[in-house]
């Protein structure tokens, strides 16, 4: 298996994302200054529990558009996991899975971090964050989230010399 290079600077990148989403949310303002650019910021989903996440997911992977670009993109079950450091993909015995923290953490109930791991789902590539994964991750925000996400990440990953 190829090593994963790039996965602490696409976590830098993603988490830089993310604290500009909390303080667009904290300002009351989706506008925001990008690198000399005016861009407004879409809402971020929140949710309450793993139920929610499994509804979420669900939908987003009934898109047309999603259907489209992965036809062949198989069931995802969701499930809360006891850690709270982190949520994950898993692909075991022909069955795909996402566990995020529940109850006892919340960083990980965002629409950010579940698209992360759906993007696991979409592109089971080695290494996990390589290039097709970075490619497949902003394609989905951009397809779910919109236009604006997408560029985003595209630029922040640039910044942190993803590939």
């Not at 670009?69 to 899975?97: F, I, M, S």
């Not at 698209?115 to 696991?120: P, S, W």
């Not at 996990?128 to 902003?138: L, T, Y």
């Amino acid at each position: 298996m190829p090593r994963d290079t790039q996965r602490s600077k696409v976590y830098a990148a993603e988490q830089f994302v993310r604290t500009l989403f909390d303080r667009a949310a904290e300002r009351g303002t989706r506008a925001v200054d990008f690198f000399g650019a005016q861009l407004t910021l879409p809402p971020e989903a929140r949710f309450a529990s793993a139920d929610s996440v499994r509804n979420y997911v669900d939908d987003v992977l009934a898109l047309p558009s999603v259907r489209s670009r992965w036809p062949a993109a198989e069931p995802l079950t969701v499930r809360a996991r006891r850690g709270v450091t982190a949520a994950h993909y898993e692909y075991d015995g022909g069955v795909a899975t996402i566990a995020v923290p529940d109850r006892q953490s919340t960083w990980a109930l965002r629409e950010l971090v579940v698209l992360h791991e759906v993007a696991h789902h979409l592109c089971r590539c080695e290494p996990p964050h390589g290039p097709e994964f970075v490619a497949a991750f902003c394609e989905l925000t951009e397809t779910v989230m919109g236009p604006e996400v997408g560029h985003v990440l595209r630029v922040t990953y640039a910044k942190e010399g993803v590939r």
